[in-house]
Every structure is written in structure tokens, then in C-alpha cells.
């Protein structure tokens, strides 16, 4: 076999892999690094516990209790984290870390939340949006906090 | 002063406070805030927007204000990712002799966090097509994927993935062999 045959047949592999790679991990966006006091995700309907090494989906809420406080690394290295009765919800993420594209818009429903922007905002300026019941955020490389009452 | 505002305004149960942070490593950054057809725009360390029903109205936090506010989110941060570049001997998936010895402070890394997960991104230079590059760096980066694990990284906590010639550490005419391109990155958060 020749080195370019060689080659175009490790790419078809390759290729094969990584639609199974991507298709095992769709629905993985991201991990629960930090959790402490009550920390759960809705998901389904479903009210699970959020602990160390969770990982994420889209559409996921995340709720904290009175004395909770939880911190997340996304897929594309965004941080967030949020402190006591507050309720994040990751209503969209898209993200391919071969070109760094993506879109990421989540909700702060309530409570606090800081937050460390990664790859998705880095590749393009409002590529992620943080939304408040009244404001709109759009990131463009950043670290911030916002707070809902 | 949140609480304060809340007496002030009608309408207290959507007020809310947003302040742009200093970055570590002096990035330009900005958030913008809209609220409706009214937009602010933060972008120096502490520059802060609260929430009005007029609009978002622009003024500046301190640490003060950000410690006791956000301290404990700020708190829950997770630690940031830390990034290792291992190279290649050329057109190969082999490292060279100083790369083999970077390997001991990639375990150190991944041991001292409570639930790592590891990427590992391959990058080349810039000979050759897109499709043949994308290809050599998952190649180099699956073969370095396998390497950890042989050294007890769980398989479920490494990924691999390729970023071909789009990232080019030393920036090259296309076309161009460049020994520092030829890496692969790793990434432990």
C-alpha cells in the first residue's frame, strides 16, 4: 500500500471514529467541576443530583439552594459558576472543537452567576449570550458576574 | 445596594447587576447589555450595569461590592484548564526526546484535580491539504490519547480531536515545514 493510500485510509478511519466519538458525546456539553450544599439539574422533567463529575446536556437547568453553590467547565472551556439560590438554565450550546464554531445562550433566571468566556466567544464576538429576565448579555472574550434579584 | 435600589424602583423583581471583571491575563473584553432597543457596553475592569426599567444604567463596581455580591459564585469557579504542547519529530507521531519528559508534569496535573477530563488536540504544520492535516493531528493526538491511558488515564476522560493546520503556533506561509506547528496540545481542566 502506498504512503498516500496509506494515508487516505487512516482519514476514512479517522473520520468513522469521530462520528462515533460525536455521537456518543452529543449530548455532553459540559461537567460539574464544583458542587456544594443542594445542587441538582432538571432534566426530562426530572429533578437529579448535581454533584462532582456530572455531566451536562442541553436544555439542562441548573438550580442551587439556599446554601448551595456550583461550578461548571463547558466543552469549549467557558467557566461558570453560581452561588446560593440561583437557577441556570443552558437553553443552547453548539460548539466543534476542530474549527472552535459554536453558540452558547444561557439564563440566569435567578440568583448569581461569574463567568470566564472560552473558545466559542474567542472564535466570535457574541457567539454567547447570557439572558436575564430583563437584559440581554452578549460576551465578546470576557470574565463577569451578574446578579437577578 | 441592590436591596436599596429594590425600595426605589417600581419594578424590583427583575432588577438585576452586571459587572465586567479584570482579566487575568489583560485580554481586551466587553459585555454588552441590552435591554430592548437600549444597549451599554462594559468594557474596563469594574464597569458595571444595573438594571432599570429605563434601561440598563452604567456605573462602577469595586472589589468591595464584587466580594460581597458575587463572592460566593466566585468561589465555585471552577480551576481554569492548563495546556501542556508536546512536538513531533517530523511527519511522525512520535515525540521528540524533551517531549518524553513533559509527561510527568501532565500526570501531576491530571492527579491533583478532583474530576479531570483531558483533551488532546492535534495540531500540524502547514504542509499539505486540510483534509490530510485534520487527519495527522487526530492521528497524533489519538496516539497520545493512547499513551495516557497506558499510563492509567481512564479511557472515558481523554478525548481527541484535531484543529489540522488552523492553529498555527509559529504563523507560516501555507506550505511551509515548521517543527514548533508539529504538536500536539493537552488540555487538562
Redesign the interface.
Given at each position: 500500500m502506498s504512503i498516500s493510500r496509506m494515508?487516505a485510509w487512516?482519514?476514512v478511519l479517522?473520520?468513522s471514529?469521530?462520528g462515533l466519538?460525536t455521537l456518543a458525546?452529543a449530548a455532553e456539553i459540559g461537567?460539574?467541576?464544583?458542587s456544594?450544599g443542594q445542587v441538582t439539574i432538571e432534566r426530562d422533567g426530572k429533578s437529579i443530583p448535581a454533584g462532582?463529575?456530572v455531566r451536562l446536556q442541553t436544555s439542562d437547568v441548573v438550580k442551587t439552594g439556599p446554601d448551595g453553590?456550583?461550578?461548571?467547565?463547558m466543552d469549549d472551556?467557558s467557566?461558570l459558576?453560581?452561588?446560593?439560590n440561583?437557577v441556570l438554565s443552558l437553553d443552547r450550546y453548539t460548539f466543534d472543537?476542530?474549527?472552535?464554531k459554536g453558540r452558547f445562550d444561557a439564563s440566569l433566571n435567578k440568583?448569581?452567576?461569574?463567568v470566564?468566556s472560552g473558545r466559542i466567544a474567542k472564535q466570535a464576538p457574541?457567539a454567547m449570550t447570557v439572558r436575564?429576565?430583563?437584559?440581554?448579555?452578549?460576551?465578546?472574550?470576557?470574565?463577569?458576574?451578574?446578579?437577578?434579584? | 445596594m441592590t436591596l436599596i435600589a429594590c425600595a426605589i424602583l417600581a419594578a424590583c423583581a427583575s432588577s438585576g447587576t452586571v459587572v465586567l471583571l479584570p482579566e487575568k491575563d489583560g485580554r481586551p473584553a466587553a459585555v454588552s447589555v441590552k435591554q430592548g432597543d437600549k444597549e451599554v457596553v462594559l468594557d474596563k475592569p469594574y464597569a458595571a450595569a444595573k438594571a432599570t426599567p429605563l434601561g440598563p444604567r452604567p456605573y462602577t463596581s469595586s472589589t468591595e461590592e464584587v466580594r460581597s455580591q458575587f463572592g460566593s459564585a466566585l468561589s465555585a469557579q471552577p480551576s481554569r484548564a492548563t495546556s501542556f504542547t508536546l512536538y513531533f519529530v517530523e511527519g511522525k507521531d512520535e515525540f521528540t526526546e524533551e517531549s518524553k519528559k513533559a509527561v510527568d508534569q501532565i500526570l501531576a496535573e491530571i492527579a491533583q484535580r478532583p474530576v479531570p477530563d483531558v483533551l488532546v488536540v492535534g495540531h500540524t504544520d502547514a504542509v499539505g491539504s486540510d483534509q490530510s492535516n485534520d487527519a495527522l493531528g487526530q492521528q497524533r493526538a489519538e496516539a497520545v490519547r493512547a499513551a495516557l491511558i497506558r499510563l492509567g488515564i481512564p479511557a472515558g476522560d481523554v478525548r481527541a480531536i484535531s484543529r489540522g493546520k488552523r492553529q498555527l503556533a509559529v504563523p507560516t506561509a501555507d506550505g511551509v515545514a515548521e517543527p514548533h506547528n508539529r504538536r500536539v496540545e493537552i488540555i487538562v481542566r
Open positions: 494515508r487512516r482519514a479517522m473520520l471514529l469521530l466519538a458525546g461537567q460539574i467541576k464544583v456544594k462532582v463529575g453553590s456550583v461550578g461548571i467547565t472551556d467557566l459558576s453560581a452561588g446560593p440561583s472543537p476542530t474549527t472552535n440568583g448569581t452567576l461569574a470566564i457574541d436575564t429576565p430583563t437584559a440581554v448579555l452578549g460576551v465578546r472574550g470576557t470574565e463577569f458576574a451578574v446578579s437577578v434579584d | -
